[in-house]
Nanobody, 113 residues
Framework: QVQLVESGGGSVQPGGSLRLSCAAS????????MGWYRQAPGKQRELVAF???????HYDDSVKGRFTISRDNDKNTVYLQMNSLKPEDTAVYYC???????WGQGTQVTVSS
């Protein structure tokens, strides 16, 4: 079993930046990749970005060029650097570990002037 703990959410003005972190513990060796999802009020949870153990990276079109996913394998942590934030990025952001299908508890990101 894998446990995921997210941090780094908060409130920011449009155009601002935030960095989310997700620390994994437990059966790390079973993880095949990690990703970030988000869920806005009244909407379905959607994929933001993921990165496989082999280094393949995918971004949703809505965040390409603004968000960057990265991993620190020594710290068993995945990051989501979010730049040029827009009000439509407001959501609860969740970390997910593939291969074990574990989810974090979510962290709120609010972009508002």
């Amino acid at each position: 079993q894998v446990q995921l703990v997210e941090s780094g959410g908060g409130s920011v003005q449009p155009g601002g930046s935030l960095r989310l972190s997700c620390a994994a513990s437990g059966r790390i060796s079973s993880i095949t990749g990690m990703g970030w999802y988000r869920q806005a009020p009244g909407k379905q949870r959607e994929l933001v970005a993921f990165k496989t153990n082999g280094g393949f990276t995918h971004y949703d079109d809505s965040v390409k060029g603004r968000f960057t996913i990265s991993r620190d394998n020594d710290k068993n942590t995945v990051y989501l650097q979010m730049n040029s934030l827009k009000p439509e990025d407001t959501a609860v952001y969740y970390c997910r570990a593939y291969g074990v299908d574990s989810w974090g508890q979510g962290t709120q990101v609010t972009v508002s002037s």
